[in-house]
């Protein structure tokens, strides 16, 4: 049996970093969300940076009030994991199958790149060997893994020597209470050997989501009861910055996504 997303996935265990909280977590082991923007609106580690091997390279920075200079590539949300994980060790880069029949979950196919760097001071370094993590409900709403063994659109990648991890999915759907979401979860191992991870969720424009769910088989749910950004507590946690930004890539759309982490 599939399941559907129920309240527990509202329940907000992340928040966004103070200023202080940040500095502190730059100075220890901890690990620390990335992406683009900078959250006080500077250009970020772009695609092509990260992409340019593991050598070390200068980052960008950006003058806080105290003087401080961090790199634009460090910024700060963490959200709930919700109650969906299952770490099923699953090892693929196109995830749309459930692999005990091959059969494709339907739905406008998008391409997801992360980029992950590892950041030290004001440089930043593409993090190989890193565990990424990707799970989400079908064009209907509906989580695998749940309360039965299906495992369709979850697995994970392992980073390589760019910071590079791909998938290819689907768009996904919506059900009551959330907005459109994917759900991701980012392990490694830090400099003092511990392993450790940060979770959060990626969101969509609001435009392009009237577009998906107006085709098939998005459409057969309507839009009737669809929570939009605006209006989800978990979006209005995120800070706008972990809302992608895909582009069409031949019949469906493909979005990269670059993230520091501080080990």
């Not at 030290?120 to 565990?131: D, N």
């Not at 995120?238 to 493909?254: D, F, H, Q, V």
Request: charged letters at 15%; aromatic letters at 8%; a neutral charge.
């Amino acid at each position: 049996m599939t399941h559907f997303a129920a309240d527990l996935d509202d329940r907000p265990i992340g928040r966004i970093l103070k200023r202080r909280e940040v500095l502190s977590l730059l100075g220890g082991s901890a690990l620390l969300a990335a992406c683009a923007p900078a959250a006080v609106g500077a250009p970020s580690l772009t695609a092509a940076a990260a992409a340019a091997g593991p050598t070390t390279t200068p980052a960008a920075t950006t003058a806080i009030a105290s003087g401080v200079a961090l790199p634009t590539c460090v910024v700060r949300p963490v959200l709930t994991e919700g109650p969906y994980f299952v770490d099923e060790k699953l090892d693929r880069s196109d995830i749309r199958s459930e692999p005990s029949t091959n059969a494709v979950k339907p739905g406008v196919p998008l391409g997801l790149t992360f980029l992950v760097s590892r950041v030290s001071g004001s440089s930043c370094t593409a993090l190989a060997g890193a565990t990424v993590d990707v799970w989400q409900c079908d064009a209907l709403g509906v989580y695998s893994d749940v309360t039965d063994r299906t495992k369709f659109l979850r697995g994970y990648q392992t980073t390589d020597v760019n910071g590079k991890a791909a998938f290819t999915t689907v768009w996904p759907g919506w059900y009551p209470g959330r907005a459109v979401h994917i759900h991701f979860k980012i392990r490694a191992t830090a400099a003092n050997g511990r392993v450790a991870d940060f979770t959060s969720q990626l969101f969509f424009d609001e435009t392009l989501n009237d577009q998906i769910f107006a085709v098939a088989p998005y459409a057969q749910r309507g839009g009737a009861g669809r929570l939009r950004n605006s209006g989800d507590g978990i979006f209005q946690q995120s800070g706008a910055k972990l809302t992608l930004a895909p582009i069409r890539s031949g019949e469906g759309y493909a979005a990269t996504f670059d993230i520091g982490l501080a080990t």
